[in-house]
């Protein structure tokens, strides 16, 4: 079995995932969305204080499969300095109390797959990455082989909701607030730009029309009846993005199986809009379970079963944090 530790952001998740055929035998995950809430977004030391309580507490709970284990895994990279040395710093004393390897893991790789928990992979794909730290889109070919194709060259999707959330005061995180009040809404009322649009370059960007959501609220001012319309027409462009520049992707890079991950991958309008993009090309659309789609350690235990096997391993001594992403 191999014990994985997550603590990239504001969850502290610890899994136990049989190698052999790839069973999640334990996962537990104690979020931290509540206490960030009243800042609008996380706030890293208080982030990080929170992990020292966390991940202990879930660790007693895994003690029983102590004797069982053969590696520890843990996510490296990328995620908060802060909070990512809570979780290399634990899973380095266990290896060394235990006399266990140590596998770090890129928390990318474990968001690609989520989409395999308790299941073979199924590789090639295309993936859409969109968390709150991270737009982009990468071809997987096997564990070693993922090329990025496309990312965002400022805010990410999932950060546009938090901060659009956090302008009309509705907390964090904002993915959900704002697909909430999106419901009632009319998705065409404000006419924002799609950002790019006229660019060749299959890249994404979030932060103009950030921009141009903030101006409708000061826009709206008292009238918070507006903010349905104002959350509606955000989420039709923040999505008709992605949409628009998938779409020029594929033009040279036909999809067979297409997959969605990250925290905001749980967005129905966004779920939908790519299922009807992929209707034409008759491809195939993967997307992981709920319970999975933001972060865990399930993920990471998985990919750290495959990396256990091709002995991908770190040394204790060597193993370092990264925060910024090498994918
Ligand atoms: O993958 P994740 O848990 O953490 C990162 O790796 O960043 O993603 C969290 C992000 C947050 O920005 C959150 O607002 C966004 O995913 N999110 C959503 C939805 N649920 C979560 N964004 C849009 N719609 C949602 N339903
Ligand atoms: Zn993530």
Redesign the pocket.
Known sequence: MILSIES??D?SAISITEIANKKLLFHKKISQELEHSVYGGVVPELAARLHAQALPQILEQCEPYFKDLKAVAVTSTPGLAVTLVEGVTMAKAIAVALNIPIIGVN?LVG?IYSLFIEKETDFPLTVLL?????TQVMEVKSLRDIKTVAKSMDD????S??KVAKMMGLGY????L??DLAKNGDRLKYNFTVPLHQSPLIAFSYSGLKNAVRLAIVDAGEERVKYKDIAASFEHIATKHLTMKLKKYFKTSKPQTFAIV???S??IY?RTQIKELLKPHNAKLLLSELQY???NAAMIGRVAVEMYKENMFSSIEELDISPRSSL
């Open positions: 990239s952001c969850d928390h968001h969109v968390s709150g730290g991270h990410s999707f999932g950060e909701f938090d995180p904002g993915g959900p704002i697909e990250g925290g905001a749980a967005n966004l789609c933001s972060d």
